[in-house]
Nanobody
Framework: QVQLVESGGGLVQAGAGLRLSCAASGRTGRMGWFRRAPGKERELVAA????????YYADSVKGRFTISRDNVKNMVYLQMNSLKPEDTAVYYC??????????????????WGQGTQVIVSS
């Protein structure tokens, strides 16, 4: 497993943007961003293949969020624009050492960050 550390969360007003970053302690395969809102299950927000050539977005964030990665720096990012109050959640970075394709479920990942809180006020 690798260690993952997220940063970039905070409190913003609706319509604003935030950029989340996740630093990995080593090389990773597939990566993804999940979130857990109060009282809800953890859900996949966005995923990216090892090469960065393919991405996946949940319907709720499509067109507003962008996932990207830098394999030289062992970083993955989530650019979040036009934030809505319903985006309020703890956001988690996830990675898998061997998987190179898109991971769409929790079981597709073997390492998790501690989470970063995003609060969007109306």
């Amino acid at each position: 497993q690798v260690q993952l550390v997220e940063s970039g969360g905070g409190l913003v007003q609706a319509g604003a943007g935030l950029r989340l970053s996740c630093a990995a302690s080593g090389r990773t395969g597939r990566m993804g961003w999940f979130r857990r809102a109060p009282g809800k299950e953890r859900e996949l927000v966005a995923a990216i293949t090892w090469s960065g050539g393919s991405t996946y977005y949940a319907d709720s964030v499509k067109g507003r969020f962008t996932i990207s990665r830098d394999n030289v720096k062992n970083m993955v990012y989530l650019q979040m624009n036009s934030l809505k109050p319903e985006d309020t959640a703890v956001y988690y970075c996830a990675s898998d050492r061997r998987g190179i394709d898109l991971g769409r479920t929790v079981r597709d990942y073997d390492s998790w960050g501690q989470g970063t809180q995003v609060i969007v006020s109306s």
